[in-house]
């Protein structure tokens, strides 16, 4: 941290072996600093313990909801997600047709100029896992050509055509969504992400402190996928050995919109690689929770952990169908019946025309469980001079029809 460092060792027998700071300043900046820190660990714990039993009932009561007439929400999932499937390959078709700019997702103007490239490492990452989770894998190997232009000169960048800016965690984690799904090559480019954060000191880019430094979260899920891929401890980076989930955190502490959809990512994230390796450890916050409070008899609360991020998200903004999504999952409440449902709900969604690709007059947000929900309102006054890829649809239609 700037400026704490800032420091001097006296050398004098009367002072020996203290640190005097430059001035009070740095001390007060410590003092503040350790207060707030402390404050949010205390708060977290109470809201953790004190919801411990409201996080039981809740996961109950949508476990046992989600369980009704199993053989009818069977088939009106069958029905609705080949309904979803069709109007998905649509998308697809008319985004490969004219919003790729090197193989990776942009939106794009009416006059034929694209933008949002500097967004395009995260959302062509979940578009492949999208094309992934659907099945269709000659689609999803073209996406992650595409995908691996934007490695240039040792750095994962946004898009080739957005060297301007640093690459940001959020980029990272889309990117890290993407080789969940195992793609070509993918303990090369694991290998490729933890030299650039060897290489920059414990960032994933260049860029200042709060874009591009490595968060303990990430560093995480970085170490559980080198476990997982058999990449050599002595190849690890320090900050990724040491890392270790803060979604308790961030979900306590998150707004709605980018910083929520983060955290709903990384969940996911935790989620689908702990799905296939159960054994896997991945530490947390609330582990560290539990240890400190083991002597005092306190009940774990490691094992609510998910289904207590997940509600806090879904609760932040309840028309995201991602959030909802999360939170069903995190309990272990997604069947036939909660997902027949978000599929009709999906369906249902002006944001998301049959006849084209959605355009800034049909909604505010370019992509939706990114932003708040108060940006889905369509804007049917507003002149179209702006069509998105579409890949929010192609998100959500594979996740609730991954098994289809």
Not at 117 to 122: A, F, G, I, R, V
Not at 314 to 319: E, G, K, Q, T, V
Request: contains cysteine; hydrophobic residues 40%.
């Amino acid at each position: 941290m700037e400026g704490v460092e800032e420091y001097n060792k006296a050398t004098d027998s009367g002072s020996e072996g203290r640190i005097v700071f430059r001035n009070g300043v740095e001390m007060r900046r410590i003092l503040l600093i350790s207060v707030l820190m402390t404050l949010c660990w205390v708060s977290i714990v109470w809201s953790l313990q004190q919801n411990r039993h409201s996080i039981q009932k809740l996961t109950a009561r949508l476990r046992a909801s989600s369980t009704e007439n199993p053989e009818y929400w069977r088939g009106e999932w069958q029905r609705l997600g080949i309904k979803a499937r069709e109007k998905a390959f649509l998308y697809e078709q008319w985004l490969e047709e004219g919003f790729l700019e090197q193989g990776m997702v942009v939106h794009r103007h009416s006059d034929g100029r694209p933008s949002g490239e500097c967004d395009s490492l995260l959302f062509s990452s979940l578009r492949y896992t999208a094309l992934m989770k659907l099945g269709w894998q000659d689609k999803a190997y073209q996406a992650w050509r595409g995908i691996e232009n934007a490695f240039q000169n040792g750095r994962w960048v946004r898009h080739p055509k957005c060297r301007r800016k640093s690459t940001s965690r959020d980029m990272i984690v889309g990117l890290l969504v993407a080789m969940t799904q195992n793609p070509p090559a993918e303990v090369r480019r694991l290998q490729q992400l933890l030299n650039i954060v060897d290489t920059t000191g414990g960032s994933v880019d260049d860029g200042p402190f709060y874009v591009s430094r490595l968060s303990p979260g990430i560093g995480a899920i970085m170490r559980l996928m080198s476990q997982q891929y058999g990449v050599p401890l002595r190849d690890i980076p320090e900050e990724v050995r040491m890392g270790f989930s803060t979604l308790e955190l961030d979900a306590w502490m998150a707004q709605p919109g980018f910083t929520a959809h983060l955290n709903a990512l990384t969940l996911w994230i935790e989620l689908e690689l702990t799905d296939h390796q159960p054994k896997s450890a991945l530490r947390s916050i609330s582990e560290l929770i539990d240890t400190a409070f083991a002597p005092l008899g306190s009940p774990r609360i490691k094992d609510q952990r998910w289904a207590w991020i997940g509600h806090q998200l879904a609760s932040l903004d309840r028309p995201n169908l991602f959030f909802e999504y999360m939170e069903l999952r995190s309990v272990g409440a997604l069947t036939w019946k909660t997902q027949a449902l978000l599929l009709q709900k999906l369906l249902e969604m002006p944001q998301f025309p049959d006849e084209h690709l959605p355009r800034n007059c049909d909604r505010r947000a370019d992509y939706l469980w990114q932003r708040h929900s108060v940006e889905y309102v369509p804007r049917p006054k507003a002149t179209c001079i702006e069509t998105f890829h579409g890949v929010d649809f192609l998100w959500m239609v594979a996740l609730l029809t991954e098994n289809l």
